[in-house]
Structures are given as C-alpha cells and as structure tokens.
C-alpha cells in the first residue's frame, strides 16, 4: 500500500461545480500535511495547510479526519483557472528529526466552460 | 523576496554522461531538499539537507546520484553516469526549519528538466 493515496482523476467539472478531493495517508504518526496545487510542467506550489480543526480559505476548505487517516480538499465555485494537479503532502516526524516528505501522485481536475 | 531558483532549466545530455544540477534556495531557508518527477508521475524524494547536520541520502536511488550543500545556501546534485531512465525533472525545495508544522512549508524552485538521450 502507498503511503499517500489519490485518485488520479481526472475530474471534469463544470465551472461553478462544487468538487472534493480525498487523500489517504497510512503512517499514523504523521504530523504536518498540505494541499499543493501543480499547474501542467511548472513546479508545486504551496496551496493550503490542514490543521486539524480544518481551515478555508476563500473558495478553498481543507480537512483532516486523524481518525481515517485522510484529508480532503473541497473547492466551491470551480472556475476555469482551478484547473491543474493536486497534491497531497503527509509529513511524518521521524525521531533524527528528519521530516520525511510523502507526495501523493496528485489528482488532476479539468474545470469545463 | 527572491524564490528557490534552479540552474539550468533544460539540460539534454547523452547516456553516460555527468550532470551537475544546481539550487539556490531561499535566503534564510536551513532545510533543503531534492525531488525527481518522471512525466505523469508524482515528487520522488531523494535527499534532504538540514543546516550543518548530515544529510538524509535515504532517497537517493543509486549511487551514481550524489548532492552536496555549502552550509545554508547553493546545493547541487550531480548525476554521474547518466541513464535514459534518469530523464525526469528535478525540484528543488527550501523551508524555514523542519521542525513544528508552521515552517514545514516548503517553496519549490521551477525544476531542471533532463533528458538523457
């Protein structure tokens, strides 16, 4: 099993849809995660942290269930420019203090006229 | 302030040549990493640097890949002998500090794409 699962999409949504992203994550001590958002051929960039009485930001609601191990990304109000590759970043603590990065394959959303 | 810059941004070089990819990370940044992403595929963790500390090679996928880092500023990565499955593009990733979830953060330079005819 990866330690960091996505469902690889692609998600077609119309603009305006609602649309939710879940990642599962299998080591139970990780500490830190993120949502990073990967536009075709350019380098991640950081979109949100998840604490764990969830965030939003914007359009943007990040959650983290510590129970089932995954976190979720919903986006409201899809519009054409949300659309790219999401990445979902699991952080673990290691005891040589080490964070040791864990990158979903990320999940590809195409947002439709 | 400036970003995590990436020298060179292309580099084609024949099977069983070396390259030398280089990083700049952010000013400040005490942790840096190297990633490797093959067409379609997600970030590959290969080696991670943290201040003065020794570094965590744990990724690195043979021992044809090697970085280095100077202190807290330019690290390269070297690929010796290069293979056509070594073609992949190549991150870089600088943060605050590794500890505590505030600066895990981690801000990633454009990347080295190399193709290894």
């Known amino acids: 099993r990866k330690e960091v699962e996505q469902d690889p999409g692609p998600f077609n949504v119309p603009e305006g849809a609602t649309v939710a992203f879940n990642c599962t994550y299998s080591n139970s001590a990780s500490q830190s995660f993120f949502w990073y958002r990967q536009d075709c051929r350019k380098e991640p960039k950081l979109l949100m942290s998840v604490y764990s009485s969830g965030n939003e930001d914007g359009r943007f609601t990040a959650q983290l269930n510590r129970a089932s191990q995954y976190i979720s990304l919903l986006i409201r109000d899809s519009k054409l420019s949300d659309s790219a590759t999401y990445l979902c970043v699991v952080i673990p603590y290691m005891d040589t203090g080490r964070r040791a990065l864990t990158f979903g394959s990320g999940t590809r959303l195409q947002v439709q006229p | 302030g400036a970003g995590v810059s990436q020298s060179p941004s292309n580099k084609v070089t024949e099977k069983g040549k070396d390259v030398e990819l280089r990083c700049d990370p952010i000013?400040?940044?005490?942790?840096l990493y190297w990633y490797r992403q093959r067409l379609g595929q997600g970030l590959e963790f290969l080696i991670y640097?943290?201040?003065?500390?020794?570094?965590?090679k744990s990724g690195l996928p043979s021992d044809r890949f090697s970085a280095e880092r100077t202190g807290e500023s330019v690290s390269t990565l070297t690929i010796q002998r290069t293979q056509q499955e070594d073609s992949a593009v190549y991150l870089c990733?600088?943060?605050?500090?590794?500890?505590?979830?505030?600066?895990?953060?981690?801000?990633f330079g454009p990347g080295t794409r190399l193709t290894v005819l």
């Open positions: 000013s400040g940044h005490t942790a």
């Open positions: 640097f943290q201040g003065n500390s020794a570094p965590d």
């Open positions: 990733a600088s943060s605050m500090t590794s500890g505590g979830p505030l600066f895990d953060t981690q801000y």
